[in-house]
Nanobody, 124 residues
Framework: QVRLVESGGGLVQPGGSLRLSCAAS????????IVWFRQAPGKEREGVSC??????YYADAVKGRVAISRDNAKNTAYLQMISLKPEDTAVYYC???????????????????WGQGTQVTVSS
């Protein structure tokens, strides 16, 4: 059984930082594209970043403020976020697919495995 479990969300002030984790079981992340999506209230779920053997990809809205990484020994992916803004407030989800990210990494229909999400709130 495949499970993706996100953690690390919380309340942070504007300009602050957070590191989200996505712990995987039932799959070996080294062979998967791992992607982070987010969904703000009343908005569509949008891609944030993707990591696979073919490289890393970032949405324009977060480029320069976010870094995605993977620890194969822990079978865990991370999303380090800095300089957080109120508009980054959302539920953040990790997802995985047995493929490369490729240029269409942001299409959520590609991903068969999803975590339950972790809330990130950026507010003073």
């Amino acid at each position: 059984q495949v499970r993706l479990v996100e953690s690390g969300g919380g309340l942070v002030q504007p300009g602050g930082s957070l590191r989200l984790s996505c712990a995987a079981s039932g799959i070996i992340l080294d062979y998967y594209a791992i992607v982070w999506f987010r969904q703000a209230p009343g908005k569509e779920r949008e891609g944030v970043s993707c990591f696979s053997s073919d490289g890393t990809y970032y949405a324009d809205a977060v480029k320069g403020r976010v870094a995605i990484s993977r620890d194969n020994a822990k079978n865990t992916a991370y999303l380090q976020m800095i300089s957080l803004k109120p508009e980054d407030t959302a539920v953040y989800y990790c997802a995985a697919e047995s493929a490369f990210c490729s240029s269409k990494w942001y299409l959520r229909g590609r991903y068969g495995y999803w975590g339950q999400g972790t809330q990130v709130t950026v507010s003073s």
